[in-house]
Structure formats: structure tokens, C-alpha cells
T-cell receptor, first 112, second 111 residues
Framework: DQQVKQNSPSLSVQEGRISILNCDYTNSMFDYFLWYKKYPAEGPTFLISISSIKDKNEDGRFTVFLNKSAKHLSLHIVPSQPGDSAVYFCAASHSGTYKYIFGTGTRLKVLA | DVKVTQSSRYLVKRTGEKVFLECVQDMDHENMFWYRQDPGLGLRLIYFSYDVKMKEKGDIPEGYSVSREKKERFSLILESASTNQTSMYLC??????????FGPGTRLTVL
């Protein structure tokens, strides 16, 4: 049972436009969410996080939105740059556990 | 600069061999994790450890064991490697309830 789902395996966006990556979860106990970026042959690197007490968190070009009622979060990248081309994973956790559940990833390609 | 290192970037082993993958972190983190990444399946947790000599099974522990004798080091052991264990293995560490820092990964091929 996939508790964290990224239903789009890939996404292509023109440079300078907005990239929107989506993530859905099923476990209502999740209260902390993260996005990681992964380049080929490298480990994932942390991008941005959000706690369930917020519905938005922003860091430069990256904004994460959380809709708790829909159990949905999204990552917006504005403006998109060719260097943003990577696989993006969302991950979820709940208080009292050290474990994160990862989605299957979305491969973003930003076209110059 | 925080760092998680893994003993090998690429490894080729034969079916039935015993394989050791080692991970070292320099951040004094309590928690360490082993994942495998496969196309279309994302990152799946094999084992994690929240303290020295403590370990818990993740979602796919079958065929694997782990060892954590020192806080900074977490080893993944494949007792008898099989071809379905060909994968990218990722180690991570975190402080209590913190975000995880990942190593560069080990691409293991079992022939």
C-alpha cells in the first residue's frame, strides 16, 4: 500500500515557466513533509519542508503548499531553470517516528 | 560541511557472495537509515537505527541485516547476494525528528 504517491512520473517545462510537482498521501497521521531533489549518481538533497500547522512554506524560487483536507501537497518552482532538471521525491512522516515514507519520484526536465 | 560517505560508489558481486556496504556520518546524528532506490518504486526503507546497537526493520528487510557498533557507522549486510538485490543503495542520517542527509549512493550489481 503506497502511502505517499507521486502520480506523474515525469514533467517537462520550458525555462522561465512554473513547474508544479504534486504529491498525495493517505495517512492522516502524517504531520511533516519534505521535498528532496536527486541528480543522477548522487544522493537526494533536501529542498524544502512543511509542517502540518502551516499551509505554505517558501524558500526563494521554491514554495510548498499543503492541503490537509485533500491530503495533497505540491512543490512550485518559479522560475524554472535548466539546473532544476532532476528527480524530485516527496516524503512524509509523523511525530514520534524516525521514519519517512517516500513517494516514487517525478522526473522534471526544464527545457532551455 | 555535513557529510555522509559510503564505502563504494560502484560494486559488482556474484550471486551467493556476502556483501558489506558501509556508511559513515560526521554529524553526530542519532538516526541512520538504509534505503534502496529502484525505477518506479522510489526510495524504500530497508533498516534504520536510532542508537548504537539498536535497529529496526523497515519496509523491505528480507535478505538484509545491519550493524551499528559505533554512532557514526552503519553497515548493511547482504548475507547471500541475489540478482534481485541489484539496486542503488542509499544511506542517510538525521538528528531527532530532523531532515535526513544522504550519502552519494552505492550502485550494486549482482551477477
Amino acid at each position: 500500500d503506497q502511502q505517499v504517491k507521486q502520480n506523474s512520473p515525469s514533467l517537462s517545462v520550458q525555462e522561465g515557466r512554473i513547474s508544479i510537482l504534486n504529491c498525495d498521501y493517505t495517512n492522516s497521521m502524517f504531520d511533516y513533509f519534505l521535498w528532496y531533489k536527486k541528480y543522477p549518481a548522487e544522493g537526494p538533497t533536501f529542498l524544502i519542508s512543511i509542517s502540518s500547522i502551516k499551509d505554505k512554506n517558501e524558500d526563494g524560487r521554491f514554495t510548498v503548499f499543503l492541503n490537509k483536507s485533500a491530503k495533497h501537497l505540491s512543490l512550485h518552482i518559479v522560475p524554472s531553470q535548466p539546473g532544476d532538471s532532476a528527480v524530485y521525491f516527496c516524503a512524509a512522516s509523523h511525530s514520534g517516528t524516525y521514519k519517512y515514507i517516500f513517494g516514487t519520484g517525478t522526473r522534471l526536465k526544464v527545457l532551455a | 560541511d555535513v557529510k555522509v560517505t559510503q564505502s563504494s560508489r560502484y560494486l559488482v558481486k556474484r550471486t551467493g557472495e556476502k556483501v558489506f556496504l558501509e556508511c559513515v556520518q560526521d554529524m553526530d546524528h542519532e538516526n541512520m537509515f538504509w534505503y534502496r532506490q529502484d525505477p518506479g518504486l522510489g526510495l524504500r526503507l530497508i533498516y534504520f537505527s536510532y542508537d548504537v546497537k539498536m535497529k529496526e526493520k523497515g519496509d523491505i528487510p528480507e535478505g538484509y541485516s545491519v550493524s551499528r557498533e559505533k554512532k557514526e557507522r552503519f553497515s548493511l549486510i547482504l548475507e547471500s547476494a541475489s540478482t534481485n538485490q541489484t539496486s542503488m543503495y542509499l544511506c542517510a542520517s538525521s538528528s531527532q525528528l530532523g531532515r535526513q542527509f544522504f550519502g552519494p549512493g552505492t550502485r550494486l550489481t549482482v551477477l
